[in-house]
């Protein structure tokens, strides 16, 4: 069993940036992978970026490709998304997801792990 909490999102005007932060307790995570995903009300629940424990690659979907960075702090059981340069349709709320396997997925039934979701506002 893994437990993950969402913290960092917030309110940001566009252009802004924030650092959303996923803390991952309960199994050894040396096997797993990380990913967030984002859900607005129009839209299915779409990954936006992935990385596996080890850190050895990163995986990002093309609306963030650039702008969004992923990574993980092994130290500290924390996973970041830091956000920058951010868009209005960037709105959304954003949910950390952990798989126990280290290769790539990204839909939301290959994740067996959510957190509860939090919440990120862009104003234009």
Request: glycine share 10%.
């Amino acid at each position: 069993q893994v437990q993950l909490v969402e913290s960092g999102g917030g309110l940001a005007q566009a252009g802004g940036s924030l650092r959303l932060s996923c803390a991952a307790s309960g199994s050894s995570l040396s096997e797993y992978r990380m990913a967030w995903f984002r859900q607005n009300a129009e839209q299915r629940r779409e990954i936006v970026a992935s990385i596996p424990w080890s850190g050895t690659s990163t995986y990002y979907s093309d609306p963030v490709k650039g702008r969004f960075t992923i990574s993980r702090d092994s130290a500290k059981n924390v996973v970041y998304l830091q956000l920058s340069s951010l868009k209005p349709e960037d709105t959304a709320v954003y949910y950390c997801a952990a798989r126990p396997s280290a290769a790539l997925a990204v839909t939301q039934g290959g994740y067996h792990y959510w957190g509860q979701g939090t919440q990120v506002t862009v104003s234009s």
